[in-house]
């Protein structure tokens, strides 16, 4: 298949057997899992992956490659639809999925907050990042790196990273380092009494980071309740809360916040 790689869909094809074969250790597909591969591009996780379950689907935006890929490989049900748009009940296959994708890296935040959304239909995800983005995922409280995507995930799942990727095993060759995390999700450890306001507080805090927890919240849809919550400190900022805190305050800003 000699198709060139699209700006747009963010496409850097992984060329090399080696890394291909890390990524297909790590995932440790059973024969009976569902999985669902985002972007199968032309194929290089792929034909690897669909001899070692009965149950593989992949999303494929580009409609240059589908019609190559079902020809190519027919035990495999391809969905030709952008990721982001998927209805996770309406898939060939059934649930809890197991995900896995060289993802764009232009809109992995939007993938990421998806598989939170749908995580009643998931297990894992094993998915490519930019290595930036991939620190981001695993970092601690009171670091530069810590953010948005720390909390969440960290609360709705346990991530890692897995292995850090050259950019020469793709091409087009990018220009920035990438990474495998693994992301399983589980129950919260410690729940917030209510998800979706926890969520939106998270990402009040971090949407002025610089600033203190007051006046971030102020300046949000839960700036009523701060004068309620007297026993929190909010002269912090959000990235020195940790999750267990960010789901004390979720839970404190719930009993006063009004949804009317």
């Known amino acids: 298949m000699n198709i060139k790689p699209l700006k747009r869909f963010g496409q850097n094809y992984l060329k090399d057997k080696n890394t291909i074969e890390k990524i297909i250790n790590v995932f440790a597909p059973h024969e009976n899992d569902s999985v669902v591969e985002i972007g199968p591009g032309q194929g290089a996780l792929t034909q690897y992956l669909m001899h070692k379950t009965k149950n593989y689907c992949a999303i ?5 490659v589908i019609e190559t890929l079902r020809e190519k490989f027919p035990d495999v049900n391809f969905v030709n639809m952008d990721f982001l748009e998927i209805d996770f009940t309406a898939l060939p296959c059934e649930n809890p999925f197991r995900i896995i994708g060289n993802i764009p890296y232009n809109i992995t935040a939007p993938i990421l907050f998806k598989l939170i959304e749908n995580r009643k239909y998931l297990s894992d995800a094993l998915l490519m990042v930019q290595l930036e983005v991939a620190e981001r995922i695993v970092a601690e409280p009171k670091t530069k790196q810590y ?4 909390v969440l995930l960290n609360y709705f799942a346990d991530v ?3 292995f850090k990727i050259s950019p020469n095993v793709f091409f087009p060759k990018p220009k920035v380092r990438s990474a495998i995390i693994s992301i399983r999700f589980r129950e919260p450890e410690m729940k917030s009494e209510n998800e979706k306001v926890f969520i939106p507080i998270v990402k009040a805090a971090f949407a002025t980071r610089r600033k203190t927890l007051k006046n971030s919240l102020s ?3 839960f700036k009523n309740c701060m004068k309620n919550i007297s026993q929190f400190d909010l002269s912090r900022r959000a990235e020195e809360l940790s999750v267990a ?3 004390e305050l979720s839970n404190l800003i719930d009993k006063c916040y009004d949804r009317k």
């Not at 953010?147 to 720390?150: N, R, T």
């Open 60 to 64: 494929e935006i580009d409609k240059r």
């Open 147 to 150: 953010g948005l995507l720390s």
């Open 160 to 162: 890692k990273l897995e």
């Open 219 to 221: 300046n949000s849809i």
């Open 245 to 247: 805190e960010f789901v």
